[in-house]
């Protein structure tokens, strides 16, 4: 796909509702608007409506009413739903992957999977309303004792701009799978292919009126998600900064709250590693999507005796990576999401290069394009090894034995990914069990997601929660104990 415009994606969303916002099956105009920007040239996509306080407090009662007739239907007229949705992306698939690389810089390929595991998540959503929904428990004889998942309500979900769409649905599709009514803040910079794409999906899909609403906007709209008292639980995916924030400002009102945060994420390769597939993995959990992905390897820990090679060949691939406009095929790097993300990539790249760093290729950035780059020498001290960069860079520290290894890996407040580069297994696993993360991933690289796998950090990287797969059922619902006897029984008083 080559030279694709926006419009070509209209027969799917239509001009008209690039200008408001989704409420329940209707759309609406905002008072107030932003450009839709596209990152590789700076031309409008369109403009968004922003939602303020007010449109959230409507919206939000607007969604509880719903939400009871919802949780009544029965599994089956829930479960339809989501396979029409399912059927309706399949159809169009490069309609909704055109939004994907014009709005959020993403290279086709990354667009093109990132639209394929959302439809996984939506086909998962759909077989949630037949599943067991809790638990029958021991008990005295005569007596009925059971364990039973109830929707929390109204689910509100802050979702970010690197993998828009994905992880919004991620969210929106389970919670309203297990009987919620669903608020999204998607993030301004990605309110199409983030936000309205999905209210288009589940607007063709027939779900019922005022079940799903979707309200681009600030910090306003988000603080009033997080203070509203018809929304139960905020899902947040996000920066570590942006998160406690929500966090605090949920967990003052006393909501169910689940992060899923920024992370410094570890690769380690082996003395006994295959060098070349320890590269591939290397450059792809780096570079993928510029870098601004929450599970990209932030530190590439090479074992010293292979550094010297590994780090030259690193470059070389690196200088190979071919980068421009996204809409061309042929390109991996596309644009940073904007300026404020540019100007933060070179600043920590300039600071560890000032404090020592070795420049290996790279380190040159024009407009929100930055050239795929590789540092070598990082140490602790540098801020390329302790921030998380957002951005196409490599950050190599070298070690002399497999403690070093996982001692430079846990050095950090995140917790989210790691992986390991080796031929023996048994060694990798023995690093692995010492690591203070979420996900590993042995023989692999850092970015990973199968969507039925349950997906969270600890530390700074999240709050232990975790979204996806079987964690689903845990997180948009919640408990209630049940008892039932044949008749009540005589207490003494």
């Not at 769409?165 to 993030?187: C, Q, S, T, W």
């Amino acid at each position: 796909m080559t030279n694709t415009s926006a419009q070509d994606a209209a027969g799917f969303l239509p001009e008209k509702y690039l200008s408001g916002m989704f409420y329940g099956n209707g759309w609406t105009a905002g008072e107030d608007t932003t450009q839709a920007i596209e990152p590789a040239t700076g031309k409008e996509l369109g403009q968004i409506a922003l939602a303020n306080a007010e449109a959230v407090a409507e919206a939000a009662k607007s969604a509880r009413r719903a939400q009871r007739e919802w949780a009544a239907l029965t599994p089956d007229a829930r479960a339809e739903v989501f396979l029409k949705a399912l059927s309706i992306g399949q159809t169009h698939f490069e309609d909704i992957v055109t939004w994907l690389v014009r709005e959020s810089g993403s290279a086709r390929a990354k667009a093109a999977f990132e639209l394929t595991v959302t439809l996984k998540s939506i086909q998962l959503a759909a077989a949630m309303p037949h599943q067991a929904q809790g638990l029958v428990l021991p008990t005295t004889p005569g007596r009925i004792n059971m364990a039973r998942r109830r929707p929390i309500g109204v689910v509100g979900i802050i979702s970010p701009f690197n993998f828009p769409l994905y992880l919004a649905m991620r969210a929106v599709a389970p919670a309203l799978a297990v009987g919620n009514a669903v608020i999204l803040k998607p993030d301004p910079r990605t309110a199409i292919c983030g936000g309205l794409v999905i209210a288009r999906l589940f607007e063709l899909a027939g779900l019922p009126s005022g079940l799903l609403h979707v309200l681009p906007g600030g910090s306003e709209a988000g603080e009033a998600l997080c203070s509203d008292p018809e929304v139960g639980m905020i899902q947040f995916t996000g920066s570590t900064g942006a998160g406690r924030m929500v966090g605090q400002n949920a967990s003052r009102h006393l909501k169910k709250v689940s992060l899923e945060l920024g992370g410094k994420n570890s690769i380690i390769v082996l003395d006994d590693a295959d060098i070349d597939l320890a590269l591939r993995n290397v450059a792809w959990g780096v570079f993928l999507h510029q870098g601004q992905i929450c599970m990209s390897a932030g530190r590439v820990l090479v074992h010293e005796a292979i550094a010297e090679d590994f780090v030259k060949a690193l470059g070389e691939k690196a200088e190979a990576l071919p980068m421009g406009d996204p809409t061309d095929e042929n390109v991996a790097i596309g644009p940073l999401i904007n300026q404020r993300q540019a100007d933060h990539v070179a600043k920590v790249v300039q600071e560890s290069l000032d404090a020592g760093a070795t420049l290996v290729t790279g380190g040159q950035g024009e407009k929100l394009f930055y050239t795929p780059t590789v540092l070598a020498g990082v140490t602790p001290e540098m801020s390329a090894f302790r921030e998380e960069i957002f951005g196409p860079v490599a950050v190599v520290t070298t070690f002399a034995d497999d403690a070093e290894a996982v001692k430079l890996a846990n050095q950090t407040e995140y917790g989210l990914s790691a992986a390991i580069q080796s031929r023996n297994v048994s060694r990798a696993m023995a690093i692995g069990e010492q690591l203070q993360t979420g996900l590993l991933h042995i023989n692999d690289q850092t970015v990973n997601d199968e969507v039925v796998n349950p997906f969270g950090g600890v530390g700074a990287s999240g709050n232990g929660s975790a979204i996806g797969g079987p964690a689903n059922w845990e997180e948009f619902t919640e408990w209630q104990w049940v008892t039932i006897k044949g008749e009540a029984p005589a207490y003494p008083f």
